[in-house]
């Protein structure tokens, strides 16, 4: 497997533009996870899907964000309208499964997209 | 809700000193334990997990943790650390008894001069 496919690796942008970030996780992966990592607030979680369907979306910044989950192979992270606070690595991640076993877990990491605000 | 610290934000080390990394976690029930490691540009990945059965737990590239109950902390070590061991280290949990998400600490790191 590629592991996890995120698009685009770097993206600058001026301030008021919609900025689309983009994931494939790894296939068979029920659980997918965006992340934000800032120098100030370090990674925090974003929102998750179970199954194509979105879980936890109380670390959503505020209504200028949105994430969807078509399918099982893709997920899209929105922000409408981008501002410089928005700058920041964006990481997917995606996990087999959530329980109590040891090979549940663990989280594969994209390579992140780098959001540049200006 | 559980909540991750890690004390150390930066640590600057010369090569073939011992690493110790500081993690405490506030969860009273069952817990499994992570650290991640992002080397520069790169992005995180596994570095070892706790599950069960023996506290201390040996993962990747010479790095251990050892997991104690009493004190909730779950340090990171290695003996002897080389230039390559610069990155950022992240510890998790997540609690079996809650949704399991992982919960992350703010990162600590780490500079290895040769």
């Known amino acids: 497997d590629a592991g996890v496919i995120q698009s685009p690796r770097h993206e600058v942008t001026e301030m008021g533009q919609e900025v689309t970030l983009r994931c494939k996780p790894i296939?068979?992966?029920?659980?997918l996870f965006w992340y934000r990592q800032t120098m100030m607030r370090g990674l925090e979680l974003l929102i998750y899907?179970?199954?194509?369907?979105?879980?936890?979306d109380s670390g959503m910044p505020e209504d200028r964000f949105s994430a969807k989950m078509p399918n099982a192979s893709f997920s899209t992270l929105k922000i409408q309208p981008s501002e410089p606070r928005d700058s920041a690595v964006y990481f997917c991640?995606?996990?087999?499964?959530?329980?109590?076993?040891?090979?549940?877990?663990?989280?594969?990491f994209g390579a992140g997209s780098r959001l540049t605000v200006l | 809700a559980q909540s991750v610290s890690q004390h150390n934000h930066h640590v600057i080390l010369s090569e073939a000193a011992s690493l110790e990394l500081g993690c405490n976690y506030s969860?009273?029930?069952?817990?499994?334990l992570f650290w991640y490691v992002q080397y520069p540009g790169q992005h995180l990945q596994l570095l070892l997990k706790?599950?069960?059965?023996?506290?201390l737990v040996k993962g990747i590239k010479g790095f251990e943790a050892e997991f104690i109950k009493s004190k909730f902390s779950f340090n990171l070590r290695k003996p002897s650390v080389q230039w390559s061991d610069t990155a950022e280290y992240f510890c998790a949990v997540n609690a079996p008894g809650g949704s399991y998400i992982p919960t992350f600490g703010r990162g600590t790191s780490l500079i290895v001069h040769p």
């Open positions: 296939s068979g992966h029920d659980y």
């Open positions: 899907f179970n199954n194509n369907v979105p879980i936890d």
């Open positions: 969860y009273g029930g069952t817990v499994n």
């Open positions: 991640a995606s996990s087999p499964r959530q329980g109590v076993d040891s090979g549940a877990n663990v989280l594969t």
């Open positions: 706790y599950f069960s059965g023996d506290p």
